[in-house]
C-alpha cells in the first residue's frame, strides 16, 4: 500500500488528474500522487477552495507541478469545457482518478435536466472517462481509478427510475450510482481491453469525507475513518507497480481485490447502462473500434459542438448565442428521457 507521505519519485513525468480534489479524500490523493511526483491536475468545482487546496498541496510536497482545473461534474458542458482546457496544455495523461461525489436528502435537477446524484456520482465519471481515453490512449500504460463504495452491496439498478422521479430515497440513489460505478469500470475494463488503459474500482471504507451520513447511518459517523486512510487504495491503485495491467477489478480498502454483488457481473446490465449513458450524455456510438463484446469503443474524443465565448473570469463561461436554441432542445430531450430507458441499442 502506497502512503502518500512517501517523496520517491514513481510518478515523475507522468501526468494524473484528480476530480474532487480540493478536500476530503480527493486533497489526500492529491497530496498522495504530487508526493510521488507527478504532474498533477487537480478538479475541483469551487475556484476559491480549489485554489487554495492546490496551494496547500504544492507547498506540502514540494511539487512545483500542481495545477488547478474549474469543473462542475454534475454539468455536461462544464465537463467537455474542462477537457477542452485540459487538452490545450496537455498531450498526455497516464492516471484518472474519478473522485468527485454527491449525495442528497431530496431530489434535485441539474442544468441538463437531470437528477444530481445520477448525473455527478456516475454520468459525469462515464463522460469524462470517454473524452479523455483518446489521451490516455496515446499515454500508455495509463490508469483509471474511479471511486465507488460498500454500499454498492445494497444497491440494485432500476432501469424504470434510474433517476428517481417515481420514488426519491436517499440512500438508494446514493448506493445505485455506486453500484453504476463498478458497473461501468467493468464494462469499460472490456471494451479497452488491449489499449494499455487499466480500469479499476475501489472502496475507501467508511471515512470521513464533506458528505453527510444519512440516518441511520448516521449513527455510526463515531466510526468512520479518516480522509488519509480513504485515499490510500485510490493511490496504490494509481501507482503501485503491484497492479501493473490489473484491469476490471474492485478493491477494497486496504488494496487487495474483492467481489462486488453479483449482478455487477453481469455483462448485458452493464451493456445496458452503458446505452443509456452514452443516450444521456450524447456521446456518438458509431466507431470503428469494437469491444470484444461486439460493443464500440470510443477511441477519439467526442467533442461538444458548442463554440464557448470565454469572459475575463476563468470560473464562468457561456455558450454563444447561436448555439442557445440548441441547448434549450438539449434540455427538453434530456427531460423526457427521465423515468424511463430508451430501447437497447445491439450492434448490426
Known sequence: MVNRTDTSDELRGRVAMVT????????EISLGLASMGATLVMVSRDPGRG?????????????????????????????????????????RLHVLVNNAGASLPSRVETVDGLETVFATNHLGPFLLTNLLLPVLTRSAPARV????????????????????VRSFNEIRVYNQSKLANIVFTYELARRIAGSGVTANAVEPGFVKTNLKVPFPY????????????????SVFL?????????SGKFFNNKGA??????????????????????????????????????????PK?????????????????TASSPNRSRMASIAVSRRSLRGRVSPEKRPS
Open 51 to 91: 485554489e487554495a487546496a492546490r496551494a496547500d498541496v504544492q507547498q506540502r510536497t514540494g511539487n512545483p507541478h500542481v495545477e488547478l482545473l474549474i469543473a462542475d461534474l454534475s454539468s455536461q458542458q462544464s465537463i467537455r469545457r474542462l477537457v477542452h482546457e485540459f487538452e490545450a496544455h496537455h498531450d
Open 20 to 27: 474532487g480534489g480540493n478536500s476530503g479524500m480527493g486533497k
Open 218 to 233: 448516521s449513527i455510526f459517523s463515531f466510526m468512520r475513518g479518516k480522509a488519509v486512510d480513504g485515499a490510500k487504495p
Open 301 to 317: 474524443a467526442m467533442r461538444s459542438r458548442t463554440t464557448w465565448a470565454r469572459p475575463s473570469s476563468r470560473a464562468r463561461w
Open 238 to 246: 494509481a501507482s503501485s507497480p503491484e497492479v501493473e495491467g490489473v
Open 145 to 164: 481509478v474511479t471511486v465507488s463504495s460498500g454500499a454498492q452491496a445494497m444497491a440494485k439498478l432500476d432501469f424504470d427510475d434510474l433517476q428517481g
Open 257 to 298: 481485490p474483492m467481489q462486488s454483488t453479483k449482478s455487477s457481473y453481469d455483462e448485458s446490465i452493464a451493456r445496458r447502462l452503458w446505452a443509456v449513458s452514452a443516450e444521456l450524455t450524447h456521446l456518438g456510438a458509431t466507431t470503428s473500434a469494437q469491444s470484444s463484446s461486439g460493443w464500440p469503443v470510443l
